[in-house]
């Protein structure tokens, strides 16, 4: 059971942090082709089918596997016009305690062109601080990653650039026809996510994505959830800070977390899953 007593304390030490982070990448890169004002692009429309496990491995380690299909639209069809990006994300997590587990792992993501078949990988390395606590009858998560990104754009003599993303979600998980998170429970989950970025090649666009996200999903049992929902999400393009992309994007959600150990030392932890 997750303990209620949260601590503020390490919380806003961390948010310190972001912040000043977050800050520092906006004044290491004070140049920008600023125009007269901002301009939000059309809006994409897109759909995400994602999964997500967390193998238990012992008491206190998971192996977190998560595999996500992105299509985005065309001038032929919304939403699934073509392949976007496939997507793989791999690490070992760590349980400090029932409030708080880490995470360090590795990214391959394909992208795909939508006006040839080149598809090109990216390369990320990431470690993630979730903290987790309960509000009434409901679970929070704060969830801070960071990414240290290697990619490169389509054109014939684009070169990998490096950047770092600084990432802060905030989700909360309220069940609907139960009075707390457990099996056979319907629940909403809004949240929002900062993304932000920092690197030699960021002139001036420092917020990457803003996500506001809200799934409605059922646990089935501690070990599999399904969960759909919709996202819109804004930010700034990389080459120009007053130039935005905006997108409606659709997501499907599959948890699955298998369990390892003996039976004897099984004990359902379902925030862990996310």
């Known amino acids: 059971m997750v303990s209620r007593n949260f601590s503020t ?14 800050n520092f990448s906006i004044a290491q890169n004070p140049d920008n082709t ?6 939000f692009r059309d809006l994409r429309t897109r759909y995400w089918l994602n999964t997500y496990g967390n193998i238990r491995l012992n008491k206190k380690f998971f192996w977190v596997a998560q595999t996500h299909f992105r299509f985005t639209d065309n001038d032929e069809m919304p939403f699934v016009g073509q392949m976007s990006q496939i997507y793989n994300r791999h690490g070992l997590g760590y349980i400090v305690n029932n409030n708080f587990n880490v995470t ?3 990214v391959v993501r394909l992208n795909f062109n939508s006006n040839s078949d080149v598809v090109l ?3 990320r390395i990431w470690h993630q601080y979730q903290f987790t606590n309960f509000f009434y009858n409901s679970v929070i998560y704060h969830r801070f990653r960071i990414e240290h990104r290697w990619s490169k754009g389509f054109g014939g003599d684009d070169e990998y650039i490096f950047r770092n993303r600084w990432r802060y979600m905030f989700r909360v998980k309220i069940p609907l026809n139960n009075q707390e998170i457990t099996s056979d429970t319907w629940y909403l989950g809004p949240e929002a996510e900062l993304i932000m970025q920092s690197g030699r090649d960021v002139v001036g666009s420092p917020m990457e994505d803003l996500r506001l996200h809200t799934s409605l999903g059922y646990i089935f049992n501690p070990r599999l959830t399904a969960a ?7 930010g700034q393009t990389l080459n120009n ?24 030392s099984k004990i359902p932890e379902v925030h862990f899953r996310d």
């Open 9 to 22: 304390k390490q919380l806003f030490i961390i948010l310190s942090m972001f912040f000043a982070l977050t």
């Open 104 to 106: 360090l792992g590795g």
């Open 34 to 39: 600023a125009q007269d004002e901002t301009e």
């Open 228 to 234: 759909i929902g919709g996202m819109y999400a804004f």
């Open 121 to 123: 990988p990216e390369y």
């Open 241 to 264: 800070p007053d130039v935005f992309n905006q997108s409606w994007t659709i997501r499907m959600h599959l948890y699955f977390s298998p369990d390892l150990r003996k039976a004897k």
